[in-house]
């Protein structure tokens, strides 16, 4: 069983960064794939990014690439999402999840989840 609370979300204006965390329970969290996921509202959730046990191997949606970074530290059971060059259409709930095995981008494929923090990008 992991628990998973992200921190970070909030206001930002268009351009601007913000740093989302999300902690882990449990001693297991390097065995875990985590990701990011986002949902804006009267939308489907989405694939943000993904990143392997051990911090090699990344996965991005296109929208995202060049602009949000995914990462994490297994010591203090974080994963990290860093947002930069934000735009209006990033706005969402955005939320932490882990698998096991390999990196997917489907929600189906994760089998812990965090409540989600949200971010707001003015124009």
């Known amino acids: 069983q992991v628990q998973l609370v992200e921190s970070g979300g909030g206001l930002v204006q268009a351009g601007g960064s913000l740093r989302l965390s999300c902690a882990a329970s449990?001693?297991?969290?390097?065995?875990?794939?985590m990701a990011w996921f986002r949902q804006a509202p009267g939308k489907e959730r989405e694939f943000v990014a993904a990143v392997d046990w051990n911090g090699v191997t990344t996965s991005y949606t296109d929208s995202v690439k060049g602009r949000f970074t995914i990462s994490r530290d297994n010591a203090a059971n974080t994963v990290y999402l860093q947002m930069n060059s934000l735009k209006p259409e990033d706005t969402a709930v955005y939320s932490c999840?882990?698998?096991?095995?390999?990196?997917?981008?489907?929600?189906?494929?994760?089998?812990?989840w965090g409540q989600g923090t949200q971010v707001t990008v003015s124009s």
């Open positions: 449990g001693r297991t969290f390097r065995s875990y794939v």
């Open positions: 999840a882990a698998a096991m095995g390999w990196i997917y981008t489907l929600p189906g494929e994760y089998y812990f």
